[in-house]
């Protein structure tokens, strides 16, 4: 047995002492002005260092405080709107194979002796905005190689079962995590953003509509080419 836990067992054995939850409450309520005191009498550093991780803390309470206010004032019927919204398209491939880390990067060993290995590379397909600017390349974690990069997609429209190449406005969701939609990795079932400009689609107001949602449907880092189904 550990020798550490002496205390516990004895509490175990024979409970706590009768005022131990009413000394807690006190002690409880004097820290409130030790802190008052500390944060008045600490000079210089010590002073700064203080104040600035009260000042966190304050920070982080209002926010949970007005989030858990905002929290109940959501009514059932907003709660209602979002769920029928989340479930407006019936998507071709409702389930995917989830791709895992290694499969996703590879590791680039960097440095003089390349003994530093936080850098990666995607080895995926992937999406990136045309006013993108890369990082410097010592600095830059997550490397998306130029050969991966697709700007264009083979969008079939499922109603008039013609293909269009249309350009790609953006990722919206990746299935395997916010973190792969964040970076523009696009991967079997991915939802993405295209340009129907070319389409003449228009709503039922008479405006036109330029971009629609679609659902790649292979792998793009396989075929070298994007393919996917317009969710109409």
Not at 127 to 151: C, M, N, Q
Not at 220 to 225: A, I, K, R, V
Request: aromatic share 8%; glycine share 8%; charged share 30%.
């Amino acid at each position: 047995m550990p020798q550490g836990d002496y205390i516990e067992l004895h509490r175990k054995r024979f409970g706590r002492r009768p005022d131990h939850f009413e000394r807690k409450r006190k002690k409880d309520a004097r820290e409130v002005h030790k802190r008052s005191q500390i944060a008045q009498k600490a000079l210089g550093i010590k002073g700064k260092m203080f104040a600035k991780k009260r000042y966190a803390e304050k920070a982080q309470m209002k926010k949970t405080i007005s989030d858990y206010g905002a929290c109940w004032i959501l009514s059932n019927t907003i709660k209602q709107k979002r769920k029928e919204k989340a479930g407006k398209w019936e998507v071709p491939l409702p389930k995917v194979r989830p791709v895992a880390e290694d499969e996703m990067f590879r590791v680039i060993r960097s440095g003089k002796r390349k003994t530093k290995q936080w850098k990666r590379m995607v080895t995926k397909a992937t999406f990136v905005g045309a006013g993108f600017t890369r990082k410097p390349p010592k600095y830059e974690r997550f490397i998306r190689p130029s050969g991966l990069r697709f700007t264009k997609a083979h969008v079939t429209h499922p109603e008039l079962k013609c293909t269009f190449n249309l350009e790609i406005i953006g990722v919206k969701k990746n299935p395997n995590g916010p973190m792969y939609t964040s970076l523009g990795v696009i991967t079997k079932g991915t939802i993405i953003e295209v340009n129907v400009s070319e389409l003449g689609l228009v709503t039922p107001a008479g405006k036109v509509v330029w971009g629609k949602y679609a659902q790649v449907t292979n792998n793009p880092e396989n075929d070298g080419c994007i393919n996917g189904v317009l969710l109409v």
